[in-house]
């Protein structure tokens, strides 16, 4: 192994936890420094992890032992702070969604090539074994010819949990922003890229409630539809029917099922790395066992393809298409007319079946 990529993180908030622990236990990766508009919680965030340099953005952007710039802020500022990376020359690395427009991702990934840096976003949680297992069904042909999906994600929303939910219901997040990265990229994944949507969707509620920390019994505003469904036609003519919602109380519907002419899977929550995958078979539904995907993985793998020099698995085309497909759904809801996909991208390559410590 060569020498590992520093990280510097930008955005100290309730996810970095995970990305932390991701990045102490792999030896390609280090974290160097930590930023935020807020730097007590910056401060407190590393804590626990010895010899991470606690600055603010500028000196962060500024640090040469910084090789990547892992981008944890809110949907809202994605842009403005992988811009600043960039400018930076720095490659850069961000939470999904890539930013909070297509316009703005265009900006990025421009601005990117002309500095001739690197763009990675999430999720990568679809780089572990329940997507990659999937993934690795269908290319066996074990379901034949893959003709349709469906995709569910229905929870009553956020702010029953999240101390600062208020990112979730403005422009840049809403169920579908928020949650359809996970499932469109795995479809993504599963089917390939997306040519055309229909969809509609609705709101129900023009305030949400903070549920917990110091905010607790604040209202917020929603400016955001809050029930999103729509039909994905992917290029390969498979159709994946989509419902993302923060307004439903529950649901047993499968997270993700793909239908083939031979046969049908169930595919895990893509919003884990591991899960059960199913499939069907003459005596009823049989579990696949692990064939793929990193095993053990935590939020912060898709970094890994930076330490290998590798063409990034979870890069920014993809995040761009996924962007594009989602902005595109809420438009077609908001027209009623179908709307052509103008971006594409490549199927990831897909992750054999191996540890993600090295
Ligand atoms: N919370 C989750 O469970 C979760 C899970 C997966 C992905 N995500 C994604 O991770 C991202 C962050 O979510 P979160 O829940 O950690 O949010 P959060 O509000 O808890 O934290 C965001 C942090 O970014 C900082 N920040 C905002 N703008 C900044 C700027 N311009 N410069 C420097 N710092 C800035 C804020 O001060 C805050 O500390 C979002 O894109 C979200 O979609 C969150």
């Known amino acids: 192994m060569g020498q590992p990529v520093n990280v510097g993180v930008v955005g100290?908030?309730?996810?970095?936890?995970?990305?932390?622990?991701?990045?102490?236990?792999?030896?390609?990766?280090?974290?160097?420094a930590v930023a935020d508009l807020d730097l007590d919680r910056a401060r407190e965030a590393v804590r626990p992890y010895e010899g991470v340099d606690v600055l603010s953005v500028a000196e962060l952007l500024a640090d040469p032992r910084v090789d990547v710039v892992l981008n944890l802020t809110i949907p809202a500022a994605h842009a403005e702070v992988a811009l600043q990376a960039i400018a930076a020359g720095k490659d850069v690395y961000g939470e999904k969604p890539l930013a909070a427009t297509a316009a703005d991702a265009?900006?990025?990934?421009?601005?990117a090539a002309a500095a001739q840096v690197r763009v990675g976003c999430a999720p990568d949680t679809v780089l572990g074994t329940g997507t990659q297992t999937a993934r690795k069904a269908i290319d066996d042909g074990l379901i034949g010819r893959p003709i349709a999906a469906t995709a569910t994600m229905m929870t009553p929303g956020h702010e029953r949990w999240h101390p600062n939910p208020d990112f979730y219901y403005v422009p840049g997040g809403g169920?579908?922003?928020?949650?359809?990265?996970?499932?469109?990229?795995?479809?993504?994944?599963?089917?390939?890229p997306v040519a055309r949507v229909i969809g509609a969707a609705s709101r129900t509620r023009a305030k949400r409630t903070i549920g917990s920390g110091p905010r607790q019994g604040e209202e917020i505003p929603v400016t955001v539809d809050t029930h999103v469904t729509g039909v994905l036609v992917h290029a390969s003519g498979a159709l994946s029917t989509l419902v993302m919602s923060f307004d439903g109380a529950a649901t047993k519907a499968p997270n993700i099922e793909v239908h083939g002419e031979q046969g049908s899977l169930v595919v895990p929550d893509p919003n884990r790395f591991d899960g059960q995958v199913l499939i069907s078979g003459k005596d009823g539904w049989q579990e696949l066992p692990e064939s793929a995907g990193y095993v053990g993985a935590g939020r912060g793998v898709g970094l890994l393809d930076f330490a290998a020099d590798q063409e990034l698995r979870a890069g920014g085309s993809l995040a761009f298409h996924v962007l594009d497909v989602m902005e595109s759904l809420l438009a077609a809801a908001d027209s009623g007319t179908a709307v052509t996909i103008t971006s594409t991208c490549e199927r990831p390559r897909p992750v054999a079946l191996h540890s993600s410590v090295s």
């Open 175 to 192: 169920p579908l922003l928020d949650m359809g990265p996970y499932y469109i990229t795995s479809l993504v994944t599963l089917l390939g």
């Open 12 to 32: 100290c908030g309730a996810i970095s936890a995970q990305y932390f622990q991701t990045i102490d236990r792999l030896p390609q990766l280090r974290l160097v």
């Open 106 to 111: 265009t900006r990025v990934l421009e601005a």
